[in-house]
């Protein structure tokens, strides 16, 4: 079925080079606006320079990067970032974690915007405690509704569950889809881990190993929530670990 929503993200061409390193060579693709893209690939091909390039924490050696038909421009689009690593603000609660970047930019009806978030994430329990007192998940569900918060044009996911352990991660997966589906905001995941990829994304973005190109991607049509002992499930969780594995 022809996805008919517009393009959010344009990438043209784009390639990255650090000195005499190539790590993205002349990779094309497109994502639409509200689709959730998980992007996997072998260990160091360049998953993560992909997303500081689109976030501008680097510069491109050559290619586009667009937004809304315009080059990416954290000052003109409205983007968020989960990395792996633990980045709450120790010295705030919850409710004022989550509050942060709506006061950095001054944002309207703050109290209103933060109760939501609070609500979809279930931390009413937990508004007022900081994030030492949190279990992990809870800290990380924290850290992830601060993200979604801001209502970002674009969610960009860095392996945010990449040091838990299986029961947590798709807790806190499914906790992203309900997100995801309730505030429509398109969100680019990256993972090295195939079944997690299969469980959350509309579509499967595969680089190739370094210098990576775009080798395949694969749209995956079952609804929401899945089940991973689902046939269609685990296969193709297998034919996309098939084609990280053989070149």
């Known amino acids: 079925m022809k996805d008919e929503r517009k393009v959010k993200i344009e990438v043209e061409d784009l390639t990255k080079q650090f000195g005499d390193l190539l790590v993205l060579d002349h990779i094309s693709f497109q994502i639409k606006k509200g689709e959730f893209v ?29 937004i ?38 001054r944002a309207g009806d703050r109290k209103k915007k933060v109760q939501q978030i609070i609500k979809l994430m279930g931390l009413e329990p937990y508004r007022t405690s900081y994030p030492s007192q949190l279990s992990v998940s809870s800290e990380q569900r924290m850290v992830i509704g601060r ?16 040091q838990m352990d299986i029961k947590m991660r798709f807790y806190l997966e499914d906790e992203v889809i309900r997100l995801w589906k309730e505030l429509g905001t398109t969100v680019i995941f990256i993972t090295h881990n195939i079944e997690e990829a299969v469980y959350l994304a509309e579509r499967v973005l595969i680089l190739t190993n370094k210098p ?3 080798k395949e991607e694969v749209r995956i049509d079952l609804p929401h929530p899945r089940s991973v002992s689902d046939p269609e499930f685990m296969r193709i969780r297998k034919y996309i670990t098939q084609q990280i594995k053989w070149w």
């Open 38 to 66: 998980c992007v996997v690939g072998p260990t160091g091909c360049g998953k993560t320079t992909f997303l500081n390039l689109l976030s501008c924490l680097i510069e491109p050696t050559s290619g586009r990067l667009l």
């Open 68 to 105: 809304d038909g315009e080059p990416a421009d954290p000052s003109r689009h409205n983007l968020a970032f989960v990395f792996q690593e633990n980045s709450s603000f120790p010295w705030l609660t919850v409710e004022d974690n989550i509050a942060f970047g709506l006061k950095m930019k």
């Open 147 to 162: 993200a979604f918060a801001m209502s970002p044009d674009l969610l960009l996911m860095d392996e945010p569950y990449g």
């Open 212 to 214: 990576a190109k775009m």
